[in-house]
């Protein structure tokens, strides 16, 4: 089977869509794989598939094998160089008084993980290997829509779980669609009747703060114990933003639905993750995040023109001169530019959590 080569699965669920499960997934597999371990993300949202868009994988193409298919590299096991300087940290008389420090910023729990000072100086980390697999990767373009069935969708999953040849992984995390549907059953039983003892780990949840969400979740984490799937705990997603300018934070969802549940429930609260717009500067920009400077539009600006795109008859059209932000993404590994993201702090916490509780459900102390 494909999966022999997997020492633990963690299902990635959420009652509801839109409460950023896929960018928690992600998140997941990058702290794991900065943690030393080898990670795997199978992604079988067959209608909204993002995994390949958050990695960079957009154009990467499925390698047909004897016996099944290979799923992509994302990075190699390496070592990784230490975290480059901010330019912040080299002149910070050149900034504003208004804006908050990167040290300020990491004491209002918005600013890049480091020991002391503004920067990693240690040497640079041993990082596991990621592969991912994606529907999305095998459709012909972006924009096309999967019009199937049930039994067409339960079947490509277990082609999915049953024809993917993986490496040597530590953690093979699954993406799901929002919801329990069709894809949810035929993957808890597939997986039930097919995996070693304790090679199924158990499933995170993730939510939002809002009590719509938390109605949804709650439906989420029944299904599981109905279906024999452990809950390893719940993720709170959008968990309040701070201000990059200010360093003010602000609740805009709510604040500790998700930690309430949790306890009503009686399992692991994991953490909270905030808003961070440096997140969709790395994963859609392609940039390093950068702490204590806002970009902000001058009055009289029109969207796209600061991006370098004008708006024609045809439509919006590259300018002259300036650059799209294909080329404006910076060389080198997700994962390494990954660490400068203030998200890497909360997500260290998650996952450490997440791993001492999967090591302990292994090894029968839970």
Known sequence: MSLDNVKHIVLVLSGKGGVGKSSITTQLALSLSLAGHSVGILDIDLT??????????????????????????????????PIPTSPLSQAPNEVSDSVPSTNEAKVNGHGPPAPDGDVQTEEGDK??????????????????????????????????????????TDYLLIDT??????????LAETLQSRCLPNQLAGAAIVTTPQAVAISDVRKEVNFCRKVGVEVLGVVENMSGYVCECCGE?????????????AENFEVPFLGGVPVDRQWGVLVEEGRRPSYGAVENRGEGEEEGKDRGWDESEEGWEKTDGLESDEERKEEGLLVDRYRSCSLYGCFQSITKQLVGIVEGRSNGAV
């Not at 995994?51 to 990784?80: D, F, M, Y």
């Not at 669609?177 to 035929?186: F, L, Q």
């Not at 934070?249 to 549940?261: E, I, S, T, W």
């Open 127 to 168: 990082i596991g290997s990621l592969h991912a697999i994606s529907l999305a990767l095998l459709l012909p373009s972006r924009s096309s829509a999967i019009v199937w069935r049930g039994p067409k969708k339960t079947a490509m999953v277990r082609q999915f779980l049953t024809d993917v040849l993986w490496p040597p």
């Open 249 to 261: 934070r602000a609740n805009l969802f709510g604040k500790g639905g998700g930690k309430v549940m």
């Open 48 to 81: 909204g598939p993002s995994i390949p868009r958050l990695l960079g994988l957009e154009n990467a193409k499925i390698t047909q094998a004897p016996g099944g298919w290979l799923p992509c590299e994302v990075h190699s096991s390496q070592t990784l160089p």
């Open 177 to 186: 669609p929002p919801g329990t549907s069709d894809e949810h059953i035929s």
